[in-house]
T-cell receptor, first 114, second 117 residues
Framework: AQSVTQLGSHVSVSEGALVLLRCNYS??????LFWYVQYPNQGLQLLLK??????LVKGINGFEAEFKKSETSFHLTKPSAHMSDAAEYFC????????????FGTGTRLTVIP | DAGVIQSPRHEVTEMGQEVTLRCKPI?????LFWYRQTMMRGLELLIY????????DSGMPEDRFSAKMPNASFSTLKIQPSEPRDSAVYFC???????????????FGAGSRLTVL
């Protein structure tokens, strides 16, 4: 079965600093991986996704993630944090049993310190 | 497209009352999902539909919960009777199947915040 583990339920960075949110996956088949962001009192929005091909995936708002098979990781990064990046971030892996579901991690709350 | 539309956005009710949450998916999407989000358990999948047919309801907590999708543009999640532990944010999401070489992208609604007193 597929699953994802997000390391760190809370991450704080200073404005302008590097953002690194960690996600490790477990899958017996090549995974499809996603990062979603949730702003306060809103639903989840897709940041980026990895299916096949280039392992470095660029998303919206300057975020990117790199798929590393050897490390079973799909960490999310942004070179310079902005106050507007404060939100909760969820890593997810697609259910590849033939269904269309996603398995979500427990989320990482990002705080940006001015 | 207006996106996935959920109603009500906020619901406060008393224990024992029936609660009905509604969802209108994106037109043309063939999958619909109901999730529940709480501080303790995070984001949990309750049930999902494909072409209006329930595929997996193993996440539905108990018989008090039921979900229907009478047509491609409408779904309901009902809790009867409601209990305080049902207090949570309930999200509806829809997607178009990505196929064997594609990747489905779920589009979420803004959520319905339920408080059961």
């Amino acid at each position: 079965a597929q699953s994802v583990t997000q390391l760190g339920s809370h991450v704080s960075v200073s404005e302008g600093a590097l953002v690194l949110l960690r996600c490790n996956y477990s899958s017996s088949v090549p995974p499809y991986l996603f990062w979603y962001v949730q702003y306060p009192n809103q639903g989840l929005q897709l940041l980026l996704k990895y299916t096949t091909g280039a392992t470095l995936v660029k998303g919206i708002n300057g975020f990117e993630a790199e798929f590393k098979k050897s490390e079973t990781s799909f960490h999310l990064t942004k070179p310079s944090a902005h106050m507007s990046d404060a939100a909760e971030y969820f890593c997810a892996v697609r259910d590849q049993t033939g269904a269309n579901n996603l398995f979500f991690g427990t989320g990482t709350r990002l705080t940006v310190i001015p | 497209d207006a996106g996935v539309i959920q109603s009500p956005r906020h619901e406060v009710t008393e224990m024992g009352q029936e609660v009905t949450l509604r969802c209108k998916p994106i037109s043309g999407h063939d999958y619909l999902f109901w999730y529940r989000q709480t501080m303790m358990r995070g984001l949990e999948l309750l049930i999902y539909f494909n072409n209006n047919v329930p595929i997996d309801d193993s996440g539905m907590p108990e018989d008090r919960f039921s979900a229907k999708m009478p047509n491609a543009s409408f779904s309901t999640l009902k809790i009867q009777p409601s209990e305080p532990r049902d207090s949570a944010v309930y999200f509806c999401a829809s997607s178009l199947f990505g196929g064997s070489s594609g990747a489905n992208v779920l589009t979420f609604g803004a959520g319905s915040r339920l408080t059961v007193l």
